[in-house]
């Protein structure tokens, strides 16, 4: 059996984002690295967009940026100046193609397309069982979630963004290339949380996603009839398929970290880094990713990286209130992004506002349905 200083059970986002950053740091150059998934990452199977003003680390593989961001709801629409920010677009195959093209250049890493079906953790190492071999290593990093042990909880509610978006070319001229949809509560929404995504990379080309945060997922033909009925509305008659892609991310401030052991931590979705009230993913693992490089040149005891926050707290008040009364999802994200300072929601949404910002922003929301939330989510935690 082969013995690994790291082993990677898992090569999405999370675990390529670290191992980038471990060849980048300099600092591991000395240890025998494994990543294993049965998905070889040729294809381009997801889109992740962030707002941030310049990243040094992925500007070369962003394949387009917005300065201004649309939100709308049934009454009104509101165009937000993103500036200094700009709102990113990442292709998750020219992701993966960075990424592995960099590591192949380095010895100590070895990827391999296998799928990983156990793990058992001893006093020395950690044993790997894929569907053909069997691995040991030092430290095992997780990102395979396993949706079980969040399901069988009462504690914490589970929500799922989920979502069907088509890569359209229309024969008219009618996107504007230069805004963002972030949001459209516009469409229908059921007794649920959903809106429409656009994000336009030219006047006749476009991604058209349909997106709930429900406990539910849809049957096909209704995302995708949504997305029909969006076109029509849009003035689009003429256009062809190109591409599509679908998802399902659980939003959930379940402790997954509790599961860390000395030679174990969950990363990714499965270690709790996606953004628990928004689903958003890629700057969310950024951050983590480069905490973890960071805590593992001092540290060796993964125990010790996770630490709770305020911003923990303030996404189980929402995914409370979501989880009770789904439908409140759109008069909740219209009374932030129409009251006046948008750059400071995107702020509280990085996690980077101070307690005073914090309060700015909660205020804006519907008061009487977070206070019945903070009182039923105190008495839980």
Known sequence: ???????????????????????????????????LDENPKKTNDRTWCFWEEKNETWDTIVTKKWNSALFANQNQSVNIDLTPNKYNQIRSVDFYNFVLNEISKHDNISFENQKVVDF?????????????????????????????EVENQKQYPLLQQHFIGWFIESDQEVFNSEQATFMDFSVE??????????LPTSKTEALIEYTLFSKSVLETKEYESEIEIYLKKLGVNNYKIVEKERGSIPMTCFPFWKNNTKRLINIGSAGGWTKASTGYTFKNADKKSTQLIQFLQTKTDFRQFHKINKFWFYDLLLLDILNKTNELGSKIFSALFTKPNPQLNFKFLDEETTFVEDLQVIWKCPKPIFIRAFFRVFLKI
Do not use: W
């Not at 006093?123 to 079980?148: H, R």
């Not at 929404?189 to 656009?198: A, I, L, S």
């Open 120 to 148: 058992e953790e001893n006093e020395a190492s950690i044993v790997i069982k894929t569907e053909t071999n069997s691995y040991s290593c030092d430290q095992l990093f997780n990102s395979i979630l396993n949706p079980f």
């Open 189 to 198: 929404q059921k007794g649920n949380t959903r809106f429409m995504y656009v």
């Open 1 to 35: 059996m082969k013995h690994y200083n790291y082993i990677f059970a898992g090569a999405g986002l999370s675990a390529l984002m670290t191992v980038y950053k471990m060849v980048k740091s300099g600092k591991f150059s000395d240890k025998a690295i494994l990543l």
